[in-house]
């Protein structure tokens, strides 16, 4: 959120939120901020890098279908298949037995991101809608300080507890990382891609993920590239394929 506020000294571009659209930015808040990152966090501190990423592939495969239905986009046949297969590999993911890394609660992890995945899918169709009055960074810089707030009573006493003390050097620069690259940029990047692109293709690009989650875990985590695991990623990217495939009009489809 200070990053943001920042970016506005730097850049101000002051525009009023007209009253309307007040619901709306708070429930971007509360899909795309609290719920989303704090259920992703959650969830990956119990469950594998590899099978966050994988999961989180299941986003751009919801955002087409949750779009159909608040926007009424009629669906087609290889798109439902690309939903199917979709949710199939997420239930390898989820149900596949390990017992090796760092996994505490894989189960209950995988479940999070799940749910983590859902509420950012709402998050890019509900923000959408909003790209047509406001420049984009008015938006993430709104939605940001009102997702601090929301977050602020679930993460005070953790945040009071914090040893600062006791941090390194690679610390503080994994966790520089983690906020400049991996939500400052991140974000300030989607949301541009979401007013280009539309939000359909802008959640396509999140493909990209577990190919580097899936580098970076099994060199510097040592997670294992386990055969569940490369199904289950067979089946999120054909149904991401499948789910993104443009709708021809006439009868086969």
């Known amino acids: 959120m200070i990053l943001f506020w920042l970016l506005f000294l730097a850049k101000p571009v002051n525009v009023k939120i007209a009253k309307q659209d007040i619901k709306r930015f708070l429930l971007c808040a509360v899909?795309?901020?609290?719920?989303?990152?704090?259920l992703f966090l959650k969830g990956?501190?119990?469950t594998y890098s590899i099978h966050a990423s994988l999961l989180m592939l299941t986003t751009p495969i919801l955002i087409v279908f949750i779009?159909?239905?608040i926007l009424?986009?009629?669906?087609?046949?290889?798109?439902?298949?690309?939903?199917?297969l979709g949710i199939g590999g997420a239930a390898v993911l989820v149900l596949g037995k390990e017992n090796s890394g760092e996994g505490n609660d894989i189960l209950f992890g995988d479940i999070l991101v799940l749910i983590n995945a859902v509420s950012y899918t709402f998050y890019f169709v509900l923000v959408k809608p909003l790209m047509l009055r406001y420049d984009p960074i008015v938006i993430i810089r709104w939605i940001f300080s009102f997702g601090f707030f929301l977050v602020l009573p679930f993460g005070w006493v953790e945040?009071?507890?914090i040893q600062w003390t006791h941090f390194t050097a690679i610390d503080y620069t994994c966790?520089?990382?983690v906020v400049l690259t991996g939500t400052f940029l991140a974000y300030l990047f989607n949301v541009y891609g979401i007013?280009?692109?539309?939000?359909?293709?802008?959640?396509?690009?999140?493909?990209?993920?577990?190919?580097?989650a899936a580098l970076i875990a099994m060199i510097f985590l040592k997670e294992p590239l386990s055969l569940y695991k490369i199904?289950?990623?067979?089946?999120?990217?054909?149904?991401?394929?499948?789910a993104n495939k443009p709708v021809k009009n006439n009868l086969s489809q």
Do not use: C, D, H
């Open 195 to 212: 007013k280009i692109l539309g939000a359909s293709i802008a959640g396509f690009y999140i493909y990209t993920q577990p190919v580097f």
């Open 67 to 69: 779009a159909a239905w």
């Open 72 to 84: 009424r986009e009629r669906l087609s046949v290889v798109k439902l298949i690309g939903l199917a």
């Open 231 to 242: 199904i289950a990623a067979l089946l999120i990217f054909a149904g991401v394929f499948l």
């Open 31 to 38: 899909t795309g901020i609290a719920i989303n990152q704090m």
């Open 175 to 177: 966790m520089a990382l």
């Open 159 to 161: 945040f009071t507890q």
């Open 44 to 46: 990956l501190s119990l």
